[in-house]
């Protein structure tokens, strides 16, 4: 099993930045693959962006964020980021925090792709 907590999510004015964290424990050593994914009212959960472990390789990133969030990764304390910068009111979601499996190929970007979950952190951008 393996327990994904996020955090770092919150209110923030249009422009503004926020850092969100997903501490991974359990059994994280068969992890190769996490990723940022986001669900607001009535939509959806999407992907956000998406990291191979092994070589922190970050292959996916949605159109929508391209240029504006970064995917990263910190092994040593088994914690994956998202560095959110120009924050637009239409980022507003529930930001989960997912973790799978697998080779590198296929590219994992789909919510189905992933087995494991955190709780979800809200990020607010008003205008």
């Known amino acids: 099993q393996v327990h994904l907590v996020e955090s770092g999510g919150g209110s923030v004015q249009a422009g503004g930045s926020l850092r969100l964290s997903c501490a991974a424990s359990?059994?994280?050593?068969?992890?190769?693959?996490m990723g940022w994914f986001r669900q607001a009212p009535g939509k959806e959960r999407e992907g956000v962006a998406t990291?191979?472990?092994?070589?922190?390789?970050?292959?996916f990133n949605a159109d929508n964020v391209k240029g504006r969030f970064t995917i990263s990764q910190d092994n040593a304390k088994n914690t994956v980021y998202l560095q959110m910068n120009s924050l637009k009111p239409e980022d507003t979601a529930m930001y989960y925090c997912?973790?799978?499996?697998?080779?590198?190929?296929?590219?994992?970007?789909?919510?189905?792709?992933?087995?494991?979950w955190g709780q979800g952190t809200q990020v607010t951008v008003s205008a």
């Open positions: 359990g059994s994280s050593y068969s992890i190769n693959w």
């Open positions: 990291i191979y472990t092994r070589n922190g390789r970050t292959p």
């Open positions: 997912a973790a799978g499996g697998g080779g590198y190929y296929p590219i994992r970007f789909r919510p189905a792709d992933f087995g494991y």
